[in-house]
């Protein structure tokens, strides 16, 4: 499979002009003409990923994160970006990103998350695409059987990956909740969608105080902030599962390594 063909079947699945005009998404270092034999899934674009690329022989890596998300004029090797970028066109690795697009894509980024954390039957967008009702940011979904919300932050810290930060929960634990509310990634400009679409608790990540503590205050759903690496890392399975699925004969692996920024809590 050419590098070309690669991406054509990923952009099938997540549209790059579904991307918010301020993304970077797309192939950003890499020849189309490139033979891709592995390619390796990761939420980060940063080096102790492509080391990692390196030792398992990868051809291409696609991120979530962009790795030039405010543009640059310049890829020198004097800084972190720069040098990552020498490294991989050294040892002829292409990388790509699918971003805000894979966060609207149906399925995407709060699919996997939902999923992660027990949610069953069918998910509908949080805040939907006007002319789409089947894409669009986050997603609500159900639990099987309604369960406190202390039971259901335990499940949701047991289906997402070990981080440092954990898992911060704001309501009264032994609330039942059934409906709820998830959201990839940083999830403050979702909070009075989440209001507004009556579920018992909204799982998100980047909760800044004062939001959450209005929020609270007024008798908002319940509040579960998790870390922001954590959040997005169930959809790497789902973005590999893709290229299996479209008959892509490449090998796929997704990176266990933590790239969340915090490395330690006390």
Known sequence: ????????????????????????????CGDPALEVRKVLFAVDPVAVVAEEAIAWGADLIVTHHP??????????????KGRLVHTLIKHDIALYTAHTNADVANPGVSDALARAVGLTGDLVPLRPFPDDPWRGLGRI??????????????????????????????GDLSRPVSRVAVSGGAGDSLLGTARAAGVDVFLTADLRHHPASEFMEADGPA?????????????????????????????????????????RGY
Request: hydrophobic letters at 45%; zero cysteines; charged letters at 15%.
């Open 141 to 170: 979904g159900t639990l099987p059987s309604p369960v406190p919300l202390g039971d259901f932050a335990e499940r949701a810290a047991e289906g997402l990956p070990k981080t440092s930060w954990g898992i911060r929960v704001a």
């Open 67 to 80: 790795l030039y998300l405010r543009g640059t004029t310049s890829v020198a090797a004097t800084t972190p």
């Open 223 to 263: 509040l579960i902030d998790a870390a922001h690496w954590a959040t997005e890392w169930p959809w790497l399975d789902s973005a590999a599962s893709i290229l299996a699925s479209s008959g892509v004969n490449v090998e796929t692996r997704v990176s266990a390594t933590v790239t969340d920024a915090w490395t």
């Open 1 to 28: 499979m050419t590098l070309a063909e690669v991406i054509g079947t990923l952009e099938t699945a997540y549209p790059p002009a579904t991307a918010e005009s301020w993304d970077a998404v797309g192939l950003v």
